[in-house]
């Protein structure tokens, strides 16, 4: 199975999903039941339905990832304590214990943000797109519930962000600035290949019972569409967006 699915596009803007799949590869046992696979702690449900339908109406392409979180998250600087979970949400994965980090790494991470790097080397995007989904409350109670509809991520590179933040808030989507957590602590993609080539960029986090099923997801596809333009068009022209 490839790393990554790769969708070709023609537009100048870059979307990412790096928590897009629950798979495990065959040859790893996480140990654990596999019913938690198709909860938030594998996967952003729903993040791969968005990323393909927005890819889809801008013409733009996308990487997806292909491996689960609890193999390795792929959103983590490799020298990071959470790379490889041993417990997430409360839930202890214990087949992570012995786990080979280097191998994992070489397996999954290095090609994952190598096909990253090379698409933004050769495409030179406009801005870059990275989408998750986040669950409304944590299972093991130690955040309070998440109020938000929708969230902008970012650490320094605050240009796209801000355009995002208010232009959310002004079609009435309850948004969280820097939540449900900070970009200034996990933002390892867009560090890598936003913030480090100069890139703009929206780090999108969307609440994942609102993209659940078909209908929520069209309806956050032409939310993002027309969120997209709005930011991008001015950013491209290097001068501030309407208001």
């Known amino acids: 199975m490839s790393?990554?699915?790769?969708?070709?596009?023609?537009?100048?803007?870059?979307?990412?999903?790096?928590?897009?799949?629950?798979?495990v590869p065959a040859d790893i046992d996480l140990g654990i039941d596999p019913a938690l696979l198709d909860r938030h702690i594998a996967i952003d449900i729903g993040a791969a339905a968005v990323s393909r339908g927005l890819a889809a109406r801008l013409g733009a392409?996308?990487?997806?990832?292909?491996?689960?979180?609890l193999v390795i998250d792929l959103n983590r600087e490799t020298d990071a304590l959470g790379l490889i979970p041993h417990a997430s949400d409360g839930h202890a994965i214990p087949g992570n214990d012995g786990a080979d980090r280097a191998e994992r790494i070489a397996r999954f991470?290095?090609?994952?943000?190598?096909?990253?790097?090379?698409?933004?080397?050769?495409?030179?995007?406009?801005?870059?797109?990275?989408?998750?989904?986040f669950t409304p409350a944590l299972e093991s109670g130690i955040a309070?519930?998440?109020?938000?509809?929708?969230?902008?991520?970012?650490?320094?590179?605050?240009?796209?962000?801000?355009?995002?933040?208010?232009?959310?808030?002004?079609?009435g989507i309850v948004t969280g600035d820097n939540e449900p957590y900070s970009g200034r602590l996990l933002n390892a993609t867009m560090n890598r290949h936003a913030e480090a080539t100069g890139t703009p960029y929206l780090g999108i986090e969307i609440r994942n019972d609102l993209i659940s099923s078909d209908a929520g997801v069209t309806m956050w596809c032409e939310i993002l569409g027309n969120l997209v333009t709005?930011?991008?068009?001015?950013?491209?022209?290097?001068?501030?967006?309407?208001?």
């Open 3 to 23: 790393i990554v699915e790769r969708i070709e596009g023609d537009g100048d803007v870059l979307i990412l999903c790096d928590h897009a799949s629950n798979h």
């Open 61 to 69: 392409p996308a990487v997806l990832a292909t491996v689960s979180r």
């Open 109 to 133: 991470h290095a090609p994952y943000h190598r096909t990253i790097a090379a698409q933004v080397r050769t495409q030179r995007p406009a801005l870059i797109v990275s989408v998750h989904s």
């Open 144 to 171: 309070a519930p998440r109020p938000w509809e929708a969230g902008i991520l970012y650490n320094r590179d605050a240009r796209a962000a801000r355009l995002a933040v208010d232009w959310l808030a002004a079609q």
């Open 230 to 243: 709005f930011v991008r068009n001015p950013l491209a022209q290097g001068r501030p967006a309407a208001t």
